[in-house]
């Protein structure tokens, strides 16, 4: 997806579909570059990560998309649903990653890549 330009990579601006095609919640597959891109509207908001876990490898964007858990400030050893729509969970492993800003939730340290996604005059479009 990146051309060269000189000598470093120069990030190229790519049609994804109209916006009308990706409603709240949905998520779409394009392909880019070696593994793919999901493009994910949360929402409203449009986010794009690669389709690749971090972990071993798998297609990270087919797994399923969630919230979390995280513990209860209410109630000692208790637990809290959060995030719910942000996070996808990898298909092979369970590894829980914030679509948002492609950081898993466990190990923050551990991330994907993101990518920038804007739209213009009703359309969507990924730079990577």
Same mark, same amino acid.
């Given at each position: 997806?990146c051309?060269?330009?000189?000598?470093?990579?120069?990030?190229?601006?790519?049609?994804?579909?109209?916006?009308?095609?990706?409603p709240p919640?949905?998520?779409?597959?394009?392909?880019?570059?070696?593994?793919?891109?999901?493009?994910?509207?949360?929402?409203?908001?449009?986010?794009?990560?690669v389709?690749?876990?971090?972990?071993e @490898?798998a297609?990270?964007?087919?797994?399923?998309?969630?919230?979390? +858990?995280?513990?209860?400030?209410? *109630?000692? =050893?208790?637990v809290?649903?959060?995030?719910?729509?942000?996070?996808?969970?990898?298909?092979?492993?369970?590894?829980?990653?914030d679509?948002?800003t @492609?950081?898993?939730?466990?190990?923050?340290?551990?991330?994907?890549? +993101?990518?920038?996604?804007?739209? *213009?005059? =009703?359309?969507?479009?990924?730079?990577?």
């Amino acid at each position: 997806m990146c051309r060269r330009g000189g000598d470093a990579l120069v990030p190229q601006r790519r049609f994804v579909c109209a916006l009308d095609e990706l409603p709240p919640g949905a998520m779409k597959l394009v392909d880019v570059g070696k593994f793919g891109v999901g493009v994910y509207n949360l929402r409203g908001e449009l986010y794009a990560i690669v389709n690749y876990c971090s972990h071993e @490898g798998a297609p990270l964007c087919l797994g399923l998309l969630g919230g979390t +858990t995280e513990p209860s400030p209410d *109630s000692p =050893g208790g637990v809290r649903r959060v995030r719910d729509g942000q996070i996808v969970r990898c298909p092979w492993h369970n590894w829980e990653f914030d679509i948002t800003t @492609g950081r898993n939730v466990a190990d923050p340290q551990r991330r994907v890549r +993101t990518y920038r996604v804007d739209v *213009s005059d =009703g359309e969507v479009y990924l730079t990577a």
